[in-house]
């Protein structure tokens, strides 16, 4: 079979629809069908009659992504009900999927919302699971056409759902389909660790990003249910060993809600103290559901003597570090777990803009998790001092999450990235990790850019207070220590060589033959002969 797809932006994003058509061609291919290569972009009625009738003369499906919303006027579906000589008619089962998702998710349902169930006639409800635009199949023999909202999230659920068993003609099979996500990674690297996992026709897997995620979809179908997650389980065990400590949560919503479900099912508890993040990162713990289950402690400590007071800071090693520093971070983590006799810590210490800390600048980031023997630390500069603070303590609260749950998956073992807490609460170096996520961007032109991201930010190495100025004063000392091997060795190797000629003269005046000599016409007469043909050979 060959397929082709159009595409009917939303003027709001029109970015979304062609994302749309690149993750419907990969799923397309990976279920064995042909994709044509050009995508026709249709942005008024006129140019989709033209599209759909070229697309009906050369291919088997036409995929039309978009045009079935209020915002395209419902291009799509008028265009082809009225191509086809079929009338819209509501979708009963549409309608009912649109006011479950609004009643599940809290979302207003209008009274406009009602058109979005109207489909052609006779066409197959693809019903929406995380929107409330419901996508339609139209078939006759030879040729189908498919209509689809332009979410990425929503095509991905529906080919799963509907499409693939559709065009594998196992309509009567049972779906499954669960979720992977991994963390700080590119698609572009995932798709590279899946390579021909992404190729099979059952179970399709597809990707798509979400913010400093990737959701790997896995959509499997069988006889029954029961069989369908037979067939996606080798293939899920597999996804999470070829990605690692980057994998994370099955069927989670966030990663919030993966790491309180990891501390929830290993019964342990946690303890957080925040500077800087105004008080964020409790609150998103607080939130999640069977967070207020394991938080046992939560403490803002902004300044350094609310930092002494509350953690019994060393005050001579927290003003040579600074307030927002690795000593900091762990500090907050190992008093905050000390406290509360929780089994985990978390420490966060961030510069904000408006943050009373000045000895760093705005966008370092400290963060550090506990036990009572162990602690992770890693540094993080977000942007070059003008970052926002929603920006920074956004970026913040999510790397604590993941340093988290990578810390209690561990757990009762010990993270590969720990130190010694008890060495880190002395001063000693503690920082295991900087961010470096690396992946290749392409501009619009198409060219590869190699950028390095953390919570979509471009990030720089970070400079502690006055390290700049000990890497200058490093520096200036080896250049004066290499000046000075230099000269030094010149000097003796000059005299080395003054040495080796002298005595080569005194050889030739002791014990060799001077006789072949000529005599130099200016040796001096005051001079005795005996010396003349020395003199000749070495008048200095």
């Known amino acids: 079979m060959v397929a082709e797809i159009l595409i009917i932006p ?162 009567a099979s049972e779906a499954t389909t669960h979720v992977i996500r991994a963390y700080g990674v590119s698609e572009a690297y995932v798709r590279d660790k899946l390579d021909e996992i992404m190729t099979r026709p059952n179970p399709a897997v597809t990707l798509q990003k979400d913010g400093v995620e990737v959701l790997i979809r896995v959509s499997a179908h069988a006889a029954s249910g029961a069989d369908a997650a037979a067939v996606a389980a080798p293939a899920l065990k597999e996804i999470a060993r070829r990605l690692g400590d980057a994998a994370y949560g099955f069927d989670v919503d966030s990663i919030q809600a993966a790491a309180v479900a990891k501390m929830v099912k290993k019964d342990l508890g946690l303890a957080i103290a925040e500077a800087g993040t105004n008080g964020m990162l409790t609150r998103v713990i607080s939130e999640t559901p069977g967070g207020q289950d394991i938080l046992r402690y939560s403490a803002v400590a902004d300044d350094d003597e609310a930092k002494i007071s509350k953690f019994e800071a060393d005050a001579g090693l927290l003003k040579k570090r600074g307030g927002v520093s690795e000593y900091a971070a762990v500090l907050l983590a190992a008093g905050a777990r000390s406290k509360s006799g929780a089994s985990v810590g978390v420490g966060v210490a961030a510069n904000t803009a408006d943050f009373e800390d000045r000895k760093s600048t705005p966008g370092l980031v400290y963060i550090a998790v506990c036990d009572r023997e162990h602690v992770y630390v890693k540094k993080l500069v977000i942007g070059e001092g003008d970052a926002v603070d929603d920006v920074i303590i956004d970026a913040a609260i999510s790397r604590a999450l993941n340093m988290l749950r990578l810390f209690v998956d561990y757990m009762p073992g010990v993270y590969k990235g720990c130190v010694s807490l008890s060495e880190a609460l002395r001063g000693k170096t503690a920082v295991t990790e900087r961010d470096s996520y690396e992946e290749d961007m392409a501009d619009e032109a198409g060219e590869g850019k190699k950028k390095r991201f953390i919570d979509n930010f471009i990030i720089r190495k970070a400079d502690e207070p006055g390290s700049k100025v000990r890497k200058f004063i490093l520096l200036l000392a080896i250049l004066v220590f290499v000046g000075c091997a230099g000269y030094l060795g010149l000097y003796y190797y000059q005299s080395h060589a003054a040495l080796m000629q002298a005595r080569t003269l005194q050889g030739l005046y002791d014990y060799g033959d001077l006789a072949d000599v000529e005599v130099s016409p200016n040796f001096p007469a005051q001079y005795s002969k005996d010396f003349g043909a020395l003199w000749t050979l070495n008048p200095d």
Not at 117 to 125: I, K, S, V
């Open 10 to 171: 939303d003027n709001a994003a029109p970015e979304a629809a062609k994302a749309g058509a690149q993750y419907m061609a990969r799923s397309l291919t990976a279920v064995g069908v042909k994709v044509r290569e050009s995508v026709s972009l249709c942005t008024d009625i006129r140019k989709v009659q033209q599209a759909v009738s070229a697309a009906l003369g050369r291919s088997n499906i036409i995929v039309v992504i978009g045009g079935m919303d209020r915002g395209t006027e419902y291009m799509s579906k008028t265009v082809i009900a009225k191509g086809l000589s079929l009338p819209l008619e509501r979708n009963a089962e549409g309608l009912a999927a649109i006011r479950e998702y609004c009643l599940r998710t809290g979302e207003s349902f209008h009274d406009g919302d009602e058109a979005l169930a109207d489909l052609p006639q006779g066409g197959r409800a693809l019903n929406p699971a995380f929107g409330k635009t419901p996508g339609c199949i139209i078939s006759s023999s030879t040729q189908h056409i498919i209509l689809l909202p332009q979410s990425q999230q929503e095509l991905a659920n529906m080919f799963g759902r509907f499409i693939a068993p559709f065009l594998s003609g196992n309509e």
